[in-house]
């Protein structure tokens, strides 16, 4: 057919509608369940359009004014195929699209006008997205926006934007048909509305002069043939805008500073003039768009040092017009070198404390270079540089912590402090004595002694009497290397031992310090050759040497003969997931003794999450965690005048999936042997869908029975629950911090015992295997009562009765939790039952007198004697009966029924005349 216009609602947008071939095909965008559309053939093509619409932005972008518009037309009755829209005066067309547009071009005589054309039958709605530009008065004067008129348009209106330009001030001068408008975005500075063409809006545009301040960030790093300036200018903008700065630096080009091309980075510009910096001594720096507020600017330059050189006089470079702040300077170097630094004059320039903040952005391989760190005053931008070789210093401290472990041997744990300066260290060796080499296997170094390096474990070596370790790559200034190992105790000798100390082969000790943490069965002898005692130590019984490379230690009576303090009262919990990982918690409560040294030995194959002690977190300092084996920890805790409470919470690393029907051994935390328990109780959480079927037989039970509805459930005894809140004061705590909580009392099952409770063994089911046995066996039983009649009396009910009461006395609770699925396996045998009986009871079945004749004579039968009378006939009522009580229908048929009873009715009844 003939060309088409549609005509839609606003849940249609036409996005195409092209003719050819005598077809018209339009592709729209529909915008709900229902298309509504309507069309016609266009008359004679008309240009004219009922309203445009045209909403503009203004923004600056470096020495250009661009303007963005969006511009809607809304054609009069009719598919237009053109327009003719006039542009602003003094901008020029960057750009112009549309979904519909096919063409523009320039009206020839018509200044500033442009004419569009459509495709085919453009619809009722024609979307037009301008970008325009002009030259931004960048010294001052006027800007003017105006235009976007549409040639034969009853209605035009719209919006202007204008967007910040930062560093001039604006002041509009409004023409008729303008007024203001309330800025709809937090980029719009000014917001103005016209209501009809022609508009026009002029600003006076007058520029602030820039005030703002730098505070400069300088690192310098002395290399061996040539010295690297890195500068953080840190700019901040009090009125107007920055475009370039000017880089003062007249002594830069003398000293030979060359700028790196590489720093420039971002939206920072560089004029390609050559290398400014050599030709003028000063760096012209602007950025792609005017900045204001706070500003960053990174610049790096380097400068040829001659072989030999070991002084240096070095300018820093300075921002012109700037208010100037004090600057940072950080002055690194090449490891072997030591720099000195003074002033102009020759005065010692004081390094200051680091500061964190002056760190930022450094590489961490830097930091460890950084040898001076000074503040300079505004004025100040020379210093004089001086530095020498140096050979490679290293000291080293080492402390020993001596404890004795649960299986009477003494623990060894050094920690080494090393200090290098000019110079790195790859590896460090230490000396092994020959009477530790002696209890090493070959090729057991690393299971031998553990090394860990800043708190990273490392693999060691041993070879000609040292145990060696490399560094992950060479490292500069402090480095904490641990050694731990364990030494036995002779038989021969079993009150003292000699502890060695693995010295150094690359230093020698300033001093060795040996630490026995209170509480421990182990001490120094006061005649110990070398050693001398700190009494003033606060937490620990501390010697210190210059020269001795052993500890004589004396062991004192064995641990088990008389405990050290005493737990009032052990909680422990243990909670299974659905994968059957362990979360545990152990809390302990006592009221004196000396505890400010208490190892604890976590299940194996767990981690260590956390701990509270009288209601503050212990820290890393306070909790010493075996590398070896992280189920062994070492709590040292500060001394408490009342009583304490400390809670640990751990979780195991390996998860054992449950099976249907479950038995399992459940290891909890192990105190020392020297630490006795009075009394301790046990909570088991298990997962969703799971049932406790046998408690650990060595624990008392603190569950009872509580019906809930139709139900009955397990819950601790409310005396247990009372108990439980003072028991779990830390735990709480320390649940809070590992985001989880507490459960509820009835989730668990709680148990106890007099002194400590190490591995309850318990068996768990699911709840489907628990009805499946519970309700299974009774519906057994019913049916095997059911079959064997002589099963179905009282006396097998009584022996039954009596039998599950002998099992009781063992196995009371599973008894008691099979019950209730039981009582479900009764109900359901007594429903097959009865279903039973129901489709076994015949009905009521009437005879033919052809199957079961009456007979004419039956012996022994009396009649009327009177003529016409009537023969007695035996009752139906009887027949059926008799068929009721297992009569053969196929006997009854064979052979004629002999009733049981004759029923004679009386004479003025039967055979009487009607």
């Known amino acids: 057919g003939p060309p088409i216009v549609i005509r839609s609602n606003g849940d249609l947008s036409v996005l195409s509608n092209a003719h050819a071939d005598n077809v018209n095909r339009v592709s729209a965008d529909v915008r709900g369940p229902r298309l509504d559309m309507t069309w016609s053939e266009p008359p004679e093509v008309q240009n004219s359009f009922l309203e445009g619409r045209t909403s503009v932005t203004l923004r600056r972008e470096g020495d250009r004014v661009i303007a963005t518009a969006e511009q809607v037309l809304f ?93 001039y001030q604006m002041v509009p001068r409004l023409s008729q048909f303008v007024r203001r408008a309330t800025p709809n975005s937090p980029q719009t500075l000014e917001s103005f509305e016209f209501t009809k063409q022609p508009f026009q809006i002029s600003w006076d545009v007058q520029r602030v002069a820039s005030k703002f301040s730098s505070r400069p960030h300088h690192l310098l790093f002395i290399g061996t043939s040539q010295m690297v300036l890195e500068s953080r200018f840190r700019i901040q903008t009090d009125t107007g805008s920055l475009e370039q700065i000017d880089l003062g630096w007249n002594t830069g080009k003398d000293e030979g500073w060359r700028l790196d091309p590489a720093s420039v ?93 002056r760190m930022e952005g450094i590489a961490p391989a830097l930091v460890s270079q950084i040898q001076r760190a000074v503040t300079l005053d505004p004025d100040q931008d020379q210093i004089e540089l001086s530095w020498n070789a140096r050979a490679r210093v290293v000291e080293a401290d080492a402390e020993v912590e001596l404890r004795r472990a649960t299986d009477g041997r003494v623990h060894v744990q050094q920690t080494v402090r090393f200090q290098s300066r000019f110079g790195r260290l ?33 693999k ?41 100390v693995l010295m150094s082969l690359d230093t020698k000790y300033s001093s060795i310090r040996v630490r026995i943490p ?28 210059s020269s001795a490379n052993q500890v004589p230690v004396i062991l004192d009576a064995d641990q088990t003969t008389s405990p050290r303090f ?47 002690y009288n209601g503050k977190s212990l820290d890393d300092t306070q909790v010493f965690i075996d590398q070896r084996n992280p189920s062994q920890i ?31 051994t459940v290891p909890l935390p192990v105190l020392p042997k020297d630490v006795s328990v009075v009394r301790s109780t046990w909570e088991l959480e298990l997962p969703s869908g799971r049932h406790l079927f046998m408690s650990p037989s060595a624990l008392t039970s603190e569950n009872q029975w509580r019906r809930s509805g139709a139900f009955w459930s397990r819950s601790p005894t409310a005396s247990y629950v009372a108990d439980r809140e003072a028991a779990t004061t830390e735990t709480r705590l320390l649940l809070n911090r590992l985001k989880t909580s507490l459960p509820d009392a009835s989730q668990v099952y709680a148990f106890s015992s007099i002194g400590p409770i190490e591995s309850p063994r318990f068996q768990s089911m699911t709840r489907s295997l628990v009805v499946l046995v519970g309700a299974g066996m009774t519906l057994a039983l019913g049916f095997l009562f059911w079959s064997l009649p002589i099963a179905r009396n009282m006396l097998a009910m009584l022996l039954l009765a009596f039998g599950v009461s002998i099992l009781s006395l063992w ?15 009764a109900v359901l045998a007594l429903l097959a039952t009865l279903i039973d009986v129901k489709s076994r009871r015949p009905g009521l079945v009437t005879y033919p007198s052809t199957v079961m004749p009456f007979p004419t004579s039956i012996p022994g039968s009396q009649t009327s004697g009177q003529p016409g009378s009537s023969q007695s006939t035996g009752s139906p009522l009887n027949e059926q009966a008799a068929a009721g009580r297992g009569s053969s229908v196929s006997r009854q048929r064979s052979h004629p029924m002999t009733p049981t009873a004759i029923y004679q009715p009386g004479h003025s009844e039967v055979g009487s005349p009607p």
Request: proline share 8%; aromatic share 6%; net charge negative.
């Open 75 to 167: 054609p009069e009755n009719v598919g237009v195929k053109e327009a003719e829209i006039k542009l602003p005066d003094g901008f020029e067309l960057d750009e112009l699209s549309g979904s519909l547009v096919k063409g523009h071009e320039a009206i020839p005589g018509r200044n500033g006008w442009r004419k569009i054309s459509f495709r085919e039958s453009s619809g009722e709605r024609i979307d037009l997205n301008w970008t325009l530009s002009a030259p931004c008065p960048i010294e001052g004067g006027k800007l003017s926006i105006d235009g976007w008129v549409i040639s034969d348009a009853r209605s035009q209106a719209g919006r202007i934007r204008l967007q910040d330009f930062p560093g």
């Open 460 to 500: 060691s070596q041993i070879h000609d009497s040292a145990i060696e370790t490399q560094l992950n790559e060479p490292r500069l200034g402090e480095i904490l290397v641990t050694l731990e190992y364990s030494l036995p105790v002779s038989t021969s000798s079993p009150n003292s031992t000699v502890v060695p």
């Open 634 to 664: 070492q709590f040292r805790l500060p001394a408490s005048q009342d009583g304490s409470r400390l809670a640990v919470a751990y979780r195991s690393t390996k998860p054992a999936s449950f099976s249907h029907r479950d038995l399992r």
């Open 518 to 545: 209170e509480g421990e069965t182990l001490r120094v002898p006061p005649t110990a050759e070398g050693w001398q005692p700190v009494p003033t130590s606060p937490d620990a019984t501390v010697w210190v040497t």
């Open 811 to 825: 196995f009371l609770e599973p008894i008691q939790l099979l019950l209730q699925p039981a009582l479900l396996g």
């Open 566 to 612: 005493s737990v009032d009262r052990a909680y422990y919990r243990t909670r299974f997931d659905s994968a059957g990982r362990v979360e545990g918690v152990c809390e302990l409560h006592w009221s004196s003794g000396d505890v400010r040294g208490l190892p604890i030995t976590l299940p194996p194959e767990s981690e260590y999450l956390g701990s509270m």
């Open 265 to 357: 980075s971002g939206d920072v510009v560089i004029p390609s003039h050559g290398d400014q910096l050599n030709q003028t001594g000063r760096l012209i720096v602007g950025w792609t768009t005017p900045k204001s507020g706070l500003i960053d600017l990174n610049l790096r330059f380097f400068r040829p040092m001659p072989a030999g050189a070991m002084t240096a006089s070095v300018n820093l470079p300075q921002i012109r017009g700037s208010r100037s702040l004090s600057a940072d300077l950080l002055v690194a170097a090449e490891d072997q070198y030591e720099v000195t630094l003074t002033g102009p004059k020759g005065a010692a320039l004081q390094t200051s404390v680091t500061d964190p903040a």
């Open 426 to 458: 790859s590896s460090v060796r230490f000396q092994l004595p020959k009477s530790l080499l002696a209890l090493i296997p070959a090729g057991a170094a690393s299971s031998a002694i553990g090394v860990t390096i800043d708190g990273q474990t490392m």
